[in-house]
């Protein structure tokens, strides 16, 4: 599986962004999927997940409410749709592939065991 995120922007606070994420690959379906962010001198860490069913999504705290994940299994893409925007979301987005759920709520150090990762996009909030 090969994925690539695009869809990251400039954008002034309270706007909204819409991220995609493409993946090749026939077995798409079967991983779940995720977003992580990395600010400037900071950790990657944990943004948002779905299930390859599609019937369950975790969120972090920081973005609850704000983001909603999804995705369409027919068109091998993972959506993040990314309201009321704040300064403090600026980062760089990846979306990742797992067929563990659980790997998508590892530590910062052991991330480096998800199956697939995608390049990055930069998302700037403006205040």
């Known amino acids: 599986v090969q994925l690539q995120a695009c869809g990251g922007g400039l954008v002034q606070a309270g706007g909204s962004l819409r991220l995609s994420c493409a993946a090749s690959?026939?077995?798409?379906?079967?991983?779940?999927m995720g977003w992580f962010r990395q600010a400037p001198g900071k950790e990657r860490g944990f943004v948002a997940a779905?299930?390859?069913?599609?019937?369950?999504?975790a969120y972090a705290d920081s973005v609850k409410g704000r983001f909603t994940i999804s995705r369409d299994n027919a068109k091998n893409t993972v959506y993040l749709q990314m309201n009321s925007l704040k300064p403090e979301d600026t980062a760089v987005y990846y979306c990742a592939a797992d067929p563990v759920w659980a790997t998508m709520f590892s530590d910062t150090g052991d991330l480096a065991n998800m199956d697939y990762w995608g390049k990055g996009t930069q998302v700037t909030v403006s205040s």
């Open positions: 690959g026939r077995t798409f379906s079967s991983y779940h």
């Open positions: 779905i299930t390859w069913s599609r019937r369950s999504t």
